[in-house]
């Protein structure tokens, strides 16, 4: 069969202006397109890689099949711009600048005093912006899960969600005014008010009101093109890769045929960060994104069939509809899910990253496939040669080769089962943060019972976090037949303690914390089967303390609180005077529509050079080389600057700008690559070969700084009163030595 006709031309629209471009470079990334290629600085390179929410940009696309837009926010770094054929993308220069007119959310947050820095507010901007498209009179919740995404380290999130929350019905100015009513409207008079104390910080009444229908508009031409062309085969060649995007089935499945190692990206969410942090690169990358039987959504009585090129937002909202129909004994897996949909990751994220890629991904953190795998879902795969149905348990997830699917094939969609009357399936995950932070441990659990009694009849459970791959602990089979009961539970936890071991040097550290997460969630698991099974039956069960049904509840994605008071002004003092008022940031209106120049937002000068730095892979260890012939020969490359090359003073040995002889810890800059582009900079810091040879102490762990006494400074010790005397009265007396939080 032959393919359909093929395409270089890439279109979308940025800021509602047509950009068109032949042969994109599939290794360049929205962000950096916008800020170095187009000059659109207002959208700003925090981390690189997903995690700050600094780049949110919101895009729009149109689905021919639907006829409906939608607009979601996504993290400009990770988006490769071969991706963005027919969309629309909206930056925060698009929404409003100082020289046309601000948006009522550039506004609101300037205002609202939700800026200090200024280097998050276009990305919080952005993302209360896509909410508001969506979502015009936002609830409280919507804004904290639409912010999960974005990182400030300065302003504090109470402003910034206060601001958002402006456009919430019923909000006002002062956040801990019980009735949500400021301060001075509650029926003081004059007098009284002149001594007042004021939470108030702006005045609501001056903020313009939100006009959807000033928004800028889908391009029709998007919306005609996605009618006319769904099949061409758009084909982008860069230096290293090139990105071959189907419009059908059949062509991907040719492809793949092809091209079987080829990996098939949607979202870039997992396989961008190789590229960009460890610098994998593949020389063909299929995007399945525009096949539509990827997003077939099917719901029958055995349970749903979700598309694998379905985003984690469009399942999180497909499985709340089903919940919310469906009785809860039905539904007990989609409940499961649905608890880390909420958390995992950021919005922006979520929005881009699909089904089938973070299934087949089967990172050890996954905190889906857990649940997926004591689910009994199975996964509908797809080649030139047929469909297959695969399921998706601890062997697909351990990567057992049998088990998993064969290069050719295709994942289409996942089937998840409506679970059964005594069936119960529970989800635990324990992370840094609540949002946007890996989880150190999860787990999915699933029990069954023979009907109306506590007898077991099936029994699984995966573990996330705990090793290499997702986990199982296989030995609490022996517990079918067992009633769920303590004398079960005790023999339960001996069996995961046994088997579900960790070395005490496992890779991420925290061993004995991890093993105590493991067995802490299965002491969940049970109480919450019991309280279940205890509902259903009241006689059979024991009865559960209060105390310990706390234990079960999930802590609540609360607002932040907090406040800020000043005293009154006289009503008499002059506007002019700004002694005792609140006054918006100076530059918070620049910061919120991207207008604010940061360094990294200068334009380059002509003949402006850029430098990547080689830092050191040794802990400890005498410099026996360097050689920088490759790097130096390599294209682009002007110098290879070393410690020689510094004039006058290099600096203290541990402050040294560049190492010189010795290198005294990882990461310590060795030499610098200087290069007419950062990339072509960054890439020849590979060609540099130095030589090591490894010296003593080394210093890896807080053990060892103890052992050889390397402090930063003298041993501080905080004190107050009589210590000894306390201690002596002291009714109970912990000591303990603090772990180290994390082994590197
Ligand atoms: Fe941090 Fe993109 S720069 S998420
Ligand atoms: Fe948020 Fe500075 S990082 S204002």
Redesign the pocket.
């Known amino acids: 069969m032959s393919r359909s006709k093929e395409s270089d031309e890439l279109i979308f629209f940025v800021n509602g202006k047509k950009v068109i471009e032949r042969n994109a470079d599939p290794e360049v990334n929205l ?1 950096f397109y916008l800020r170095k290629i187009i000059q659109l600085t207002g959208t ?12 949110t940009v919101m895009i729009s696309r149109y689905n021919p099949i639907s006829k409906k837009i939608s607009h979601f926010s996504a ?4 988006v490769p711009i071969c991706s963005l054929h027919g969309a629309a993308v909206t930056t925060v220069e698009g929404i409003g600048s100082t020289k046309t007119r601000i948006h009522p959310v550039q506004e609101r947050i300037a205002k609202g005093h939700g800026t200090q820095c200024g280097f998050c507010t276009p990305g919080m901007v952005m993302s209360i912006y896509t909410l508001l498209r969506n979502h015009p009179e936002p609830s409280t919740e919507q804004i904290m899960e639409t912010l999960g995404g974005n990182l400030c380290r300065c302003t504090g999130y109470r402003p910034i969600v206060e601001s958002a929350r402006s456009f919430s019905p019923n909000s006002a100015c002062c956040p801990m005014n019980e009735k949500w009513k400021c301060c001075l409207d509650e029926g003081k008079n004059e007098p009284e008010r002149k001594n007042s104390v004021c939470t108030k910080l702006y005045e609501k009444e001056e903020f313009q009101p939100l006009d959807p229908t000033q928004e800028l508009i889908f391009p029709p031409e998007l919306m005609r093109m996605a009618e006319d062309s769904p099949n061409t085969v758009l084909t982008f060649r860069g230096e290293r890769t090139t990105w071959i995007a189907p419009g059908t089935l059949n062509d991907l499945l040719e492809l793949k045929m092809e091209y079987p190692s080829a990996p098939l990206v949607i979202g870039n969410t997992c396989l961008g960060l190789d590229m960009k942090f460890k610098d994998v690169s593949y020389p063909i990358i299929i995007s399945p994104a525009r096949i539509l039987e990827l997003f077939v959504v099917t719901n029958t009585n055995e349970g749903l069939t979700l598309g694998a090129g379905l985003s984690l937002t469009q399942v999180k909202n497909i499985l709340s509809d089903v919940v919310s129909r469906l009785p809860k004994e039905r539904t007990q897996t989609y409940r499961a899910l649905l608890k880390h949909l909420r958390t995992l990751a950021g919005q ?1 994220i979520r929005n881009v990253a699909s089904l089938g890629g973070h299934i087949i991904s089967r990172l050890p953190t996954s905190d889906l496939n857990p649940i997926f795998g004591v689910g009994n879902c199975k996964l509908n795969v797809a080649s030139t040669e047929g469909t297959q149905q695969i399921p998706l348990n601890d062997h697909f997830l351990a990567g057992v080769p049998e088990a998993i699917l064969k290069p050719e094939q295709v994942l289409i969609s996942v089937f998840v089962p409506l679970s059964r009357k005594w069936e119960f399936v529970s989800a635990f995950r324990q992370a840094p943060r609540q949002q946007n932070a890996f989880a150190i441990v999860n787990a999915g659990m699933r029990v069954a019972f023979k009907e109306d009694t506590n007898t077991i009849t099936d029994l699984s459970i995966l573990y996330g976090g705990i090793g290499a791959t997702v986990v199982s602990a296989k030995s609490c089979q022996q517990l079918i037949g067992r009633c769920w009961d303590e004398e079960m539970l005790d023999d339960a936890g001996r069996m995961i303690r046994e088997e579900v071991s960790l070395l005490t040097a496992a890779p991420g550290g925290m061993v004995e914390y991890r093993k105590t997460l493991a067995i802490s969630f299965l002491f969940k698991f049970y109480l919450d089967v019991l309280k279940q099974l205890k509902r259903r039956n009241p006689h059979r069960c024991p009865d559960i303390s209060q105390k310990l049904l706390q234990v079960l509840e999930d802590f609540p994605l609360t607002m932040p609180h907090g406040t800020q008071s000043f005293k009154d002004v006289d009503s008499q003092q002059p506007l002019q005077d700004p002694v005792g008022r609140p006054i918006m940031h100076q530059s918070g209106i620049k910061h919120a529509t991207g207008e604010a120049v940061f360094c990294d937002d200068m334009s380059v000068l002509a003949g402006e050079l850029f430098l990547a730095v080689v830092t050191s892979s040794k802990p400890h260890a005498r410099i026996i080389s360097l050689d920088a012939s490759e790097a130096l020969a390599s294209p682009g490359v002007v110098d290879v600057i070393t410690a020689q090359d510094v004039p006058g003073d290099n600096g203290r040995e541990e402050e040294s700008l560049y190492a010189q002889d010795e290198v005294i810890c990882v990461g310590q800059i060795v030499c610098a690559v200087a290069a007419d582009s950062y990339a072509r900079a960054k890439q020849a810091t590979k060609k540099v070969k130095i030589v090591y040879e490894d010296m003593e102490p080394m210093i890896v762990t807080v053990q060892d700084a103890l052992q050889h006494e390397s402090f930063i400074g003298p041993e501080k010790k905080l004190e107050q009163g009589n210590v000894q005397l306390a201690f002596q009265s002291a009714d109970q007396i912990l000591e303990g030595n603090r772990q180290p939080a994390m082994i590197l």
């Open positions: 962000l700003k390179y925090g981390c690189g890689g997903g995690d700050c929410g600094a780049c993290a400009a770094c990770l922006q």
